[in-house]
């Protein structure tokens, strides 16, 4: 390949063979007679194409000829092609004959190197119809065997591979083949400086896949980084990366133990002023309340707020800093951080403004003072177990769900909505700009943190997408991780372009690394602590505890671990109590074969509306077994109203036995093992045909007595229309109910979207 120009046609295919990817016979000529002679050592039909510079969509400029014959008509074809080439002003470099592939199914295969995830292989129905189809599949590389075949039965074209109204099927095994010899383990990918890798099309039929088409298009391999700071991410001489903490340091010690940044012995926070409050005073008066040791920084002040001052974070024995100062003086703070474990910058300013130089003077300044850096731009951390906290009032109680958030606004929302729904926290960090601290870095930690139980992730930008997928990949079927993504769309993505430097690419890359690593991703705020909820609250139901803990959940202390049955009722706020118990996942029916749900409920209409939020969530709402309707008509001598399929549909309501519906549960179950039952109710009918809450209540507890009973079943209530009880009746329910390890939804979307997570992170064991 001639320098200052990307390999021709005929050199990608080389590299292809070398890669053991099958092309179709064929040589160069350079000119139209050699073209002719050539000719004559290949079968007809033939394919003519020409090659040059300029020549990248050969077909658009008159550069290909299909289903010539013999000698003298590939010659003549090609005088003809150069003569229009010439009239265009291209002069080819030669000319490519190949014998032409029989018809078959048109497939695309290529790579794209992603700004944020580095290289992603594509796969689709292709040939001319590509970009109207639009019919792709996307896995970040390297893709495994089963991320291969996955990717082809996504295609809603699937049909086309295995015989379609009479046409034969094709080897689905070499079209598997071709793209691990692109996108796998030692394929194409890691050899390539990637810009733009494509075949298309390649035919694919009953005797292999041959990429008749090939092109790369090479550049630099190392993406640009999200804000333009090229130096935070680009590779040391020795392999490390500038911003990277997790790199050895010069003593060979590994950095990245975060205790001492959930759980700090004391607290600084600096920018908090004696004259004008501001958002340090609003900080200090947080810390104040939670009672953690504190001091103010304050180059005059002996004291700020009725908190202790220091003239310097040097001079603080602290184990955790906030700074809150203008972005031009924080690097100078930071620098003097020298002894202090983590700091701060909630600043913001730097690479999400356009100032990616502040930002590369804040990374060497925490390299210079030895110390992590979160941020900048970003709020905090929250974590009651260690007195940490970025938002006013009552701190809730110590839990198992964790959550990492690019913005601080936002975590500080789940915080809130979290914890009046029920949500108990162990780690909240955010992490702004992550110009240091990064959010695989801290996932990877938390899969190791006894406190934690399931991660939630709030995400515009990884910064390093690469270590991102890695520990989503580490960390599957061992931590549940919920992840949230902003920026998806192109009005997203420059929404947050403007808040946090976030530039990842399209959101089908996103969904492509939640389907490899086993993530739940969810598209809203409220999806996102359903989620979390649906984890905590099941989580007996979902994890194991590591060997040395019992199999009831229970750690080897005792105490309860989430989901557990707790006696006398909810503990406050609804949350269920911690564990110690790290998180396995556990093997249940999903792996036993039975992937239905089973969801009971009053109204037809609800459940229908029922039915289509479960198969938009990809989950089987299965026929209920042999002897169902049986069983249920004999129920108390008989019940009216009762609708034997699934949907089931009972009645409930103030003038119905409360126990019916945990009675009707039991009766199905013991015909059939459903790992989730869905529980719906519309609380509005307790008001419109009663007077009373209490018949509600009643039937709450009797579903939290289905649960003890079923201890291997996933109850899930969702209390419809709930904003036509009287306050506080909403939360009664779920008082009731989270005592027994039931999470309680709004709407029946609400909780398909969280079932299917669940049922995704258990198909994670051992990577299935």
């Known amino acids: 390949m001639s320098a200052g120009r990307g390999p021709y046609e005929h050199e990608v295919k080389a590299l292809l063979r070398e890669h053991g990817v099958a092309v179709p016979r064929g040589t160069t000529a350079g000119s139209p007679r050699e073209a002719g002679a050539v000719a004559a050592t290949l079968t007809s039909p033939l394919v003519l194409k020409a090659f040059g510079p300029g020549l990248v969509h050969k077909s658009d400029a008159g550069a290909v000829r299909l289903g010539l014959t013999g000698p003298a008509g590939v010659e003549r074809a090609a005088a003809e092609m150069l003569a229009g080439l010439t009239r265009l002003g291209v002069v080819p470099g030669g000319f490519l004959v190949e014998e032409q592939m029989p018809p078959g199914v048109e497939l695309i295969v290529g790579v794209v190197c992603d700004p944020g995830f580095g290289p992603v292989l594509l796969a689709g129905l292709g040939g001319v119809w590509t970009e109207v ?50 996108g796998g383990r030692g394929g194409l990918w890691e050899r390539l400086e990637l810009g733009e890798f494509e075949l298309n099309p390649v035919i694919a039929t009953g005797d292999g896949a041959v990429a008749v088409d090939a092109r790369h298009l090479p550049t630099p391999r190392t993406p640009a980084a999200p804000d333009g700071d090229r130096d935070l991410a680009g590779p040391r001489e020795d392999g490390s990366r500038t911003g990277d903490f997790t790199a050895p340091r010069e003593d060979g010690s590994r950095p990245g133990d975060f205790t001492a940044l959930f759980e700090p012995r004391a607290v600084a926070v600096v920018g908090a002023s004696t004259g004008r409050p501001n958002f340090g005073n609003m900080f200090l008066e947080f810390y104040k309340a939670t009672g953690v040791p504190l001091v103010a920084v304050h180059p005059e002040a002996a004291e700020v707020g009725g908190v202790p001052a220091v003239p310097t974070l040097a001079d603080a024995d602290v184990d955790y800093a906030l700074v809150a100062v203008p972005a031009g003086r ?101 992490v702004g700009n992550a110009a240091d601290v990064t959010p695989a870095e ?18 515009e930008d990884p910064r390093d997408g690469r270590a991102l997928f890695e520990a989503l990949a580490a960390v599957r079927g061992r931590l549940p991780v919920v992840l949230l993504t902003g920026g998806r769309s192109g009005q997203g993505r420059r929404a947050a372009a403007s808040h946090t430097g976030g530039m990842a690419g399209d959101g089908r890359v996103w969904r492509a690394l939640a389907e490899q690593t086993g993530a739940a991703l969810v598209t809203g705020q409220d999806d996102l602590v359903g989620t979390l909820s649906f ?97 249920l008509g004999v129920l108390g001598g008989g019940v009216p109203g009762i609708s034997p399929a699934n949907p089931l549909e009972i009645p409930v309501g103030p003038r119905t036995r409360p126990e019916l519906a945990r009675e009707v549960i039991a009766a199905i179950l013991a015909r059939r093992p459903y790992t989730d039952v869905v529980a719906h109710v519309n609380a509005q009918s307790f008001f419109t045909f009663g007077t009373t809450a209490d018949p509600l209540y009643a039937y709450a507890r009797e579903l939290a007595r289905a649960q003890r009973d079923l201890p291997g079943v996933r109850i899930t209530l969702v209390c419809r229309n709930g904003e036509c009880a009287p306050y506080g009746v909403e939360d009664r329910v779920r008082a009731i109910t989270a005592g027994a390890g039931i999470p309680l939804y709004r709407s029946m979307e609400s909780a398909a979207v969280a079932v299917a997570a669940a049922r995704r992170f258990v198909r994670g064991l051992g990577g299935q």
């Open 330 to 430: 924080c690097a100078e703070v930071v620098r003097q951080a020298t002894g202090v474990p983590f700091v701060q910058v909630m600043s913001g300013g730097f690479g999400e403004a356009g100032e990616p130089g502040l930002e590369a003077g804040l990374v060497t300044a925490a390299r210079e003072a030895g110390t992590r850096l979160l941020g900048p731009n970003c709020m905090g951390v929250y974590s009651p177990r260690g007195r940490q906290t970025f938002v006013g009032g009552r701190q809730g109680p110590p839990g198992r769900v964790a959550l990492i958030s690019q913005s601080g606004g936002l975590a500080g929302e789940v915080i809130k909505v979290g914890e009046r729904r029920g949500l108990a926290f162990s780690r909240v960090a955010t």
């Open 133 to 182: 189809l639009d019919d792709t599949a996307l896995r970040l590389c390297p893709i495994s065997t089963d991320d291969a075949r996955r990717m082809l039965a996504s295609l809603r074209g699937a049909p086309l591979l295995h015989g379609h109204r009479g046409r034969p099927p094709v080897d689905v095994e070499a079209v598997v083949r071709l793209l691990l010899a692109v």
């Open 535 to 631: 984890f905590q609250s099941h989580a007996s139901r979902l994890i194991r505890p590591a060997p040395g803990g019992s199999a009831s959940g229970r750690s080897a202390s005792g105490r309860s671990a989430p989901g557990d049955a707790v006696p006398g009722g909810a503990v406050p706020g609804g949350a269920v109590p911690e564990s110690s118990a790290r998180p396995v996942a556990a093997p249940d029916a999903e792996h036993s074969g039975d992937h239905s749900v089973l969801v009971v409920g009053p109204s037809g209409g609800a459940s229908v509306l029922a039915a289509d939020a479960f198969d938009a969530a990809g989950l089987e709402l299965a026929p209920l077994p042999d002897g169902a309707a049986q069983a």
């Open 442 to 459: 801290l996932l990877r930690w938390l899969a190791t943190d006894e406190h934690t139980s399931v991660v939630g992730m709030y995400l």
